[in-house]
């Protein structure tokens, strides 16, 4: 079920900062990530009852505005934080992709140390569990790369595609699955 929501959550905000240093193509990164973000607050519960509601009970709605909470929250807050303060914010937005990975180093710090106990001990279990999400990952960013391949996208256009896909929102997955 976990694999499951971390396949149907959108991808992360912190791909647009792994296609800016990759440079890949940002400009592509940002719509991508942009359309997912509007698109989640429905998909995302939608999939995730449609592939695991067998096996555990999703609430579609609770689930829903849990997503908007998470996404358009943040969202609406940073457009108008960078509206209000354009001009303050200009001279220093140099560094907010040092900022950006910062935060991400943390949110995934967070992670591991709430599931230190899991972490600590070595069973075949919790090699299944990162075998899995290795495989999650690295299929997605091997088949956006293909499909990017396919759509004779450029060098940079394939990179941002295999990031894209290969890069959920853990954090977001992380809440979705503790509630």
Not at 43 to 71: I, K, N, Y
């Amino acid at each position: 079920v976990g694999l499951i929501l971390a396949g149907c959550v959108p991808g992360a905000m912190a791909s647009n900062v792994m296609s800016y240093i990759a440079k890949a193509d940002a400009a592509y990164s940002v719509s991508l990530t942009t359309v997912s973000t509007i698109l989640c607050p429905l998909l995302t519960p939608l999939l995730t009852q449609l592939l695991a509601g067998t096996v555990l009970h999703v609430s579609f709605w609770p689930m829903m505005f849990d997503v908007l909470r998470m996404v358009a929250g943040p969202l609406l807050i940073g457009l108008l934080f960078r509206r209000l303060l354009r001009e303050r914010i200009e001279p220093v937005v140099h560094v907010f992709p040092a900022i950006s990975v910062t935060f991400i180093v943390f949110i995934c710090a967070l992670v591991v140390a709430g599931n230190r106990a899991f972490f600590s001990t070595f069973s075949t279990e919790l090699v299944l569990v990162v075998g899995a999400v290795f495989v999650l990952n690295v299929y997605g960013m091997l088949a956006g790369y293909g499909v990017g391949h396919l759509a004779r996208f450029n060098l940079p256009r394939k990179r941002t595609l295999s990031i894209e896909i290969g890069m959920q929102n853990a954090g977001m997955g992380t809440v979705l699955a503790l509630a």
